[in-house]
């Protein structure tokens, strides 16, 4: 069973534009949402993590949207650069411990 | 600080035999997690392992295993490989004990099963 459901798969952005990834989760019990980036031949890295508590988080060129009633929560890329182009994972994890449940995956490219 | 490390990085095993990873947290964390990447199923957890007690587990079969020592470094074992556990496989390690802190990410194991 997905427990996250992210889209789209794969992203194409012009250079200078803005980037947008959306993520929706089943698990109500879920209360930490980090954003993940990935290069290849990487392991993923921390972008950016919310909790249910704000409804925005920004951090210099990326946000994070969160709508606890709707249940999902999306990235924005601003100023959308060709070093942005990677692979973006969406997770989730409920309580105590460290098992993040991921999204599918985002391939982004962007153009320059 | 030297980040996660992960050895081998690459390897190729055959149908039946087993295969043990390693991988050595940054200094001074202690909770270790494991994660397997596939094209098909995508980011998967494995297991969590903090002083060297498994925490949280995930939906895999008992042919995948782990353990944690005192110095915190990890291991994961897979027992007769199967050609669908051809995959990356990722060790993430976190600071802090409380819920859900940062997790930094290794290089990864890519692991081929012929």
């Known amino acids: 069973q997905q427990q996250v459901k992210q889209s789209p798969q794969s992203l194409i952005v012009q250079k200078g534009g803005i980037s947008i990834i959306n993520c929706a989760y089943e698990n109500t019990a879920f209360d930490y949402f980090p954003w993940y980036q990935q290069f290849p031949g990487k392991g993923p890295a921390l972008l950016i993590a919310?909790?249910?508590?704000?409804s925005e988080k920004k951090e210099g060129r990326f946000t994070i949207s969160f709508n606890k009633s709707a249940k999902q929560f999306s990235l924005h890329i601003m100023d959308s650069q060709p070093g942005d182009s990677a692979t973006y994972f969406c997770?989730?994890?409920?309580?105590?411990?460290?098992?993040?449940?991921f999204g599918g995956g985002t391939r982004l490219m962007v153009k320059p | 600080k030297a980040g996660v490390t992960q050895t081998p990085r690459y390897l190729i095993k055959t149908r039946g035999q087993q295969v043990t990873l390693s991988c050595s947290p940054i200094s001074g964390h202690r909770s270790v997690s494991w994660y397997q990447q596939t094209p098909g199923q995508g980011l998967q957890f494995l297991f969590e392992?903090?002083?060297?007690?498994?925490?949280n587990k995930g939906n895999f079969p008992g042919r995948f295993s782990g353990r944690q020592f005192s110095n915190s470094r990890s291991e994961m074992n897979v027992s007769t490989l199967e050609l669908g556990d051809s995959a990356l496989y990722l060790c993430?390690?976190?600071?802090?004990?409380?819920?859900?802190?940062?997790?930094?990410f290794g290089p990864g194991t890519r692991l081929l099963v012929l």
């Open positions: 392992y903090f002083s060297e007690t498994q925490r």
């Open positions: 919310i909790r249910p508590d704000v």
């Open positions: 997770a989730a994890a409920a309580g105590a411990g460290n098992m993040l449940t």
């Open positions: 993430a390690s976190s600071f802090l004990t409380s819920n859900q802190e940062t997790q930094y």
